[in-house]
């Protein structure tokens, strides 16, 4: 008799279901080609849930890896667990401690530069006109994401004639786009060719993608000099673009809702401390208060405002993008980078 059930246990086809599947408290074993246990689904022993577990002794062990689920709750169990995003190959390595704490690494990215040269010469000819400097243009080599910083350097020889001194403002357009900020003001010596340098640290405002373009603009603010002019015979302009190196730094993902992106958190209060150790992307509803920030670390933190009008100060030192404390209205977003020493800030104000 035996036999006859190997035999039928081989070669008979397999079962198919259609309706429930009834084990009482029996397991559901899996084994491979070779009947070696695999795995196994069941109640756990206790009986507060169930389970779906590698094991390869029959009996549900966290440590090998498994998932437990019971009344509201879900558990990922295992000394290395792996969340993958679906339709996506972006994941997020996560650790748990032996206290059920999870931590995550951020992928290592690499720092990238570009770099661009140029030997334009042309007159700036009318007050406030932005004029891009020809062959000033570097690509970008990597996805640069809100609130991701990067940095860029420029110098640019120009020089004036017959009157006063004048004012230039130098620039950073994307995508062949005109700048739509303040930028760099430096006064520049009448009847002499010199070289401005202007380096600065952006936080970017928006996405911009790989292959995109970052170039120099440059304009004048007043027409005291008869000629104001890129003078490339002078030297040559230089541009260069980079991204720091980045990711290496430690996540702490326990009670995080979602890896890598903590909860918003509402706060209303006449002041606040916004520390974004409880989470990297935080809103808050403003009614006439002060905010200071604090950071576990280095990293790129996003805070939404609404009424941002209300607010009274923030007394934490920001280097703002252009140097300039933006004028608060509406709703505003503000990316913030803080870099371990100090914080880097820009704003998209009066967001609709």
């Known amino acids: 008799m035996s036999n006859v059930k190997n035999w039928v246990a081989e070669n008979a086809p397999a079962p198919e279901l259609g309706g429930q599947l009834i084990t009482k408290d029996f397991p559901i074993a899996y084994t491979d080609a070779g ?47 792996l969340i993958s995003k679906l339709a996506s190959t972006d994941h997020v390595q996560v650790y748990a401690t032996p206290d059920g704490d999870l931590y995550g690494v951020e992928p290592p990215i690499s720092g990238w530069d570009d770099s661009a040269t140029s030997t334009a010469n042309f007159e700036l000819a009318t007050r406030d006109q932005w004029y891009q400097i020809t062959g000033l243009s570097c690509t970008v080599q990597q996805d640069i994401l809100t609130g991701d910083r990067y940095d860029t350097t420029a110098h640019i020889f120009v020089a004036e004639s017959g009157g006063k001194d004048e004012d230039v403002v130098i620039s950073y357009g994307i995508n062949g786009a005109a700048p739509t900020g303040v930028g760099k003001s430096t006064r520049v010596i009448k009847d002499t060719a010199t070289a401005i340098p202007v380096s600065t640290s952006v936080i970017a405002a928006s996405d911009i993608s790989a292959g995109q373009t970052v170039e120099v603009w440059v304009k004048k603010t007043k027409d005291n000099a008869s000629t104001l002019f890129i003078d490339g015979p002078s030297g040559t302009h230089t541009e260069t673009l980079s991204v720091p190196s980045g990711g290496s730094g430690v996540i702490d993902l326990t009670d995080s809702t979602f890896p890598t992106y903590a909860v918003f958190q509402n706060v209303f209060a006449a002041s606040a401390a916004i520390d974004f150790a409880n989470g990297n992307k935080q809103a808050l509803d403003v009614t006439g208060l002060s905010l200071t920030f604090a950071a576990p670390g280095p990293g790129s933190f996003i805070l939404d405002m609404v009424n941002s009008d209300a607010l009274t100060a923030i007394t934490t030192p920001v280097l703002w993008d252009s140097g300039t404390v933006p004028t608060w209205a509406g709703r505003s977003v503000l990316a913030l980078f803080y870099d371990g020493t100090n914080w880097f800030g820009s704003a998209l104000v009066g967001a609709t």
Request: hydrophobic share 30%.
């Open 35 to 81: 009947g070696v246990l695999q795995g196994a689904s069941g109640n756990t022993a206790d009986g507060t849930g169930i389970y779906i577990s590698h094991t390869l002794t029959g009996t549900y062990d966290p440590t090998e890896g498994g998932a437990f689920m019971s009344s509201g709750k879900l558990e990922l169990n295992g000394t290395n667990v």
